[in-house]
Structures are given as structure tokens and as C-alpha cells.
């Protein structure tokens, strides 16, 4: 606690307000956002790298979250003060840092697989400024953020090599996709069930990100092996393409998102049933239905660089 009331100290409202943008970058909504432009304008294989370091980081944060119980900074010292706008975010346990998890998880990853040294500088940079955000935020202790680090970097290390020999290996993929699935679902009889008495807000916390799990693995598992048969999408493009693409089907990605939820929430009694659906159906459209049009943004693009050469001849 000494090193978050030296950061305390250090609080004025433009490091606030861009520490709490830098935060941002470490939550669900950025982590999706990065990996579905990787896999539909990078590679499918990186993109399914990155989703699997998320997923994997995921469980066993939720996991250890549940399983080691330590309150936010907050309790912990009711005389400590956290950045207020950054307390909304803030749910369930404080042991580990799930915004960090996410952040080094995904950023990493893309530090990790690209070439390009200013881009390795900026995505280490962020691996470094998020975990300090929760800190400076006052939402997390430093042994918070300090083993979401660890798990992070040992997946995405570790994770990189399993996907490499599998990838085309359809068979090991599905299982590997079902595997994760499986422990999502052990993951969830856990939560709805710990050995232990727990806060019944930071289970339920645990218990929504559960079923945000299992629905967009149902939905990998439902997806790839028609992406890979049938669909068959090209990552490659001109940049205006690919600009193109991110730009209609991110804005289309994050409507279902969000409309879904006031459909299935009112819909479906069943708690957290309807977030399941929700993002099976987000994850079906991302990696499915949607990357169906590519082949239309190819025509488009094949017109407009015939358009150009008649010109310059």
C-alpha cells in the first residue's frame, strides 16, 4: 500500500484523465477490437494466437480471483482513496489484475510476433503503462499487476508454439478450441459453486465473465471449420481495403454487442444465459458471416487498381 499512497500523491487531473484513457486499453472491449483486425487483416493464425492467450489468461485470472479473495485497495485501507472514474471497472476481487492480464496478453503478443522495432517499442510501452494505470488509479497493488504480468508473458511465450504446430492441423485445432471450451465450462461450475464463502457481487463478476467465455468459444468452435471449408477469407488487401474492412464491421461487431444485450437480457430469465448467446453470436459474426463480404471488398479493390493503371498508361 506505501507504493500506491506515493502514487496517490502524484494525482492532478491530466495524469487522471490519461491514465484513465491508458487503462481503457486493457479492457474487454479494446482486446476484442485487436484481435478481430488481426485476424481478418493480419493473419487468421495470429488472430487466433491472440484470442487464445485472452481466453487462457482469462480463466485462470477469474480463477485466482475466486480461489485467493483479496479485496481492492480500497478495503484493504478504508482510509485510501481510489481515482473515482476508474472504480466502475474495477469489479470483482482485486488479486489479479485483470486489465493488465488483458493489456500484456494482447499487446505483448503483437510485441512478440512483429518485425517492426517502433512498432515493438509502442506495444511494450503499453504492456509497461497499463499495469502502472491500475496502479496509479489506485485499483490494484503492485503484486496485483505483478503476477498478471508473469502469466501473461509465460502464455503468450508458450502459447505461440502450441498454435504454430497445430494451426494447420485442423483436428489438434478443434480440440484444442474444445479443450478450452471444457475448462471454461469447469471454470463456470466453480464459480457458481467455490469451496468458499465469497462476496456475492465479485462471484457474480466472475460468474458474467465465465459465460462471456463459453459463448465466444461455442462460437469459434461453430465457425472455423465452415470459415476454413466454405469461406475461405483472404487477409491480404490494399490498405484503403483493409481500412475498409475494420471500419464497417467493427462499428457492425459492437451494435450486436450491445443491441443483443437488451434483446436476450429481457428475453431470456436465465442470469448471464443471454450474455452466453451474445457472444457466441459476436464472436459467429467476427470470424464467420462478416469476413463472407471480403471477397466483394477484393472485386472492389481489383476495379479500383485497373481504374488506376488505365490512367497512368
Known amino acids: ?144 499487476v505483478f503476477v498478471s504480468i508473469c502469466v501473461a508473458l509465460l502464455l503468450i511465450f508458450y502459447v505461440k508454439p502450441l498454435i504454430d504446430k497445430i494451426y494447420d492441423k485442423e483436428k489438434y485445432l478443434y480440440i484444442f478450441l474444445s479443450a478450452m471450451a471444457v475448462i471454461s465450462i469447469l471454470y463456470l461450475v466453480f464459480a457458481y459453486n467455490p469451496p468458499f464463502s465469497t462476496v456475492e457481487a465479485y462471484q457474480q463478476s466472475g460468474i458474467k465473465n465465465g459465460h462471456t467465455l463459453l459463448g465466444a468459444l461455442l462460437g ?28 464497417v464491421g467493427l462499428p457492425l461487431v459492437l451494435g450486436i454487442l450491445e443491441g443483443f444485450k437488451l434483446v436476450l437480457d429481457n428475453l431470456i430469465p436465465v442470469p448471464f444465459l443471454g450474455r452466453t448467446i451474445r457472444y457466441f453470436l459476436v464472436v459467429l459474426f467476427a470470424t464467420l458471416i462478416y469476413p463472407i463480404s471480403f471477397k466483394l471488398f477484393k472485386r472492389l479493390e481489383v476495379f479500383i487498381e485497373n481504374k488506376r493503371n488505365k490512367k497512368e498508361a
Not at 85 to 99: D, K, N, Q, R
Open 1 to 144: 500500500m506505501d507504493f500506491l499512497w506515493f502514487l496517490s500523491g502524484l494525482r492532478n487531473g491530466f495524469l487522471d484523465k490519461l491514465f484513465l484513457f491508458i487503462t481503457s486499453l486493457g479492457e474487454e472491449t479494446a482486446f476484442m477490437a485487436i484481435a478481430i483486425v488481426v485476424f481478418w487483416c493480419i493473419s487468421k493464425k495470429d488472430g487466433y494466437y491472440i484470442l487464445s492467450v485472452g481466453f487462457l489468461g482469462t480463466v485462470f485470472n477469474q480463477f485466482l480471483k475466486l480461489l485467493v479473495r483479496i479485496e481492492r485497495p480500497w478495503v484493504l485501507d478504508s482510509s485510501f482513496k481510489a481515482v473515482e472514474e476508474a472504480i466502475p471497472e474495477a469489479t470483482g476481487y482485486s488479486f489479479p489484475s485483470g486489465h493488465t492480464q488483458n493489456s500484456v496478453g494482447t499487446f505483448g503478443s503483437l510485441a512478440y510476433k512483429t518485425k517492426r522495432a517502433w512498432l515493438k517499442i509502442i506495444f511494450v510501452a503499453i504492456c509497461i503503462l497499463v499495469p502502472f494505470s491500475r496502479m496509479y488509479l489506485g485499483v490494484h497493488t503492485p503484486l496485483d
Open 220 to 247: 469459434m468452435l461453430v465457425a472455423t471449420p465452415v470459415e476454413r471449408h466454405l469461406v475461405k477469407f483472404e487477409t491480404s488487401g490494399k490498405w484503403y481495403t483493409q481500412v475498409f474492412k475494420c471500419v
